[in-house]
């Protein structure tokens, strides 16, 4: 305790919690091998998702509802219809954190009618599949550690790494870059 009477870590989010909640979120995770194609898609919906403020504890199978304010994106528990736009933001989308810790994105009709969101979102994707070019191998586009990101984003994107690394490693992929990775696949079709 301070001597203001106070702890020192009034949220508990110190090493023990954060394993804690790592070991949470992974115990018992059992993924299939994805192709490449979804593996992709998959890691930049989360990423995408994840990099939103998340002010709360994202339960498996719950609906989320992710909107866009000039400061950003937030993900929220209250879904378009229970707030006004003004206060919410744009409606992104509509969001669930999977079983196997990826997440969805139903994008809304009014982002998909926003002709400037979409180009948003689309350069973000074109800037994720130049990342994806230029890693060694495919495991180094996984997320790590990064202080940016709130607590519980920091503790799903290293369940999404372990989630996706199990796929990467049962397909066979793993140390192989995107390229030698689309190659094989176009192969084996």
Known sequence: MSSHGQSPNPQGK???PV??????????LNVPAKPLNRIADELFTSLFVLSSAIKF????????????????????LIAPEQWPEAQSGLYVGQ?????????????????LGNSVLMVEIARQREDFDRQLQVVDCIEDALPTYSET???YARVLASGLACSLGQSMYKRGITG???????RREIANL
């Open 14 to 16: 110190g090493l023990l």
């Open 149 to 151: 990101l709130p607590f």
């Open 176 to 182: 192989l870059s995107y390229n030698q990775i689309q």
């Open 95 to 111: 969001c669930e954190l999977q079983n196997d810790l990826t997440w969805s994105l139903e994008l809304s009709e009014g982002c």
């Open 57 to 76: 504890k994202p339960v498996l199978g719950q609906c989320y509802w992710l909107y866009r304010k000039p400061d950003g994106y937030r993900l929220s």
């Open 19 to 28: 394993l804690d909640a790592l070991y949470s979120v992974t115990r018992g």
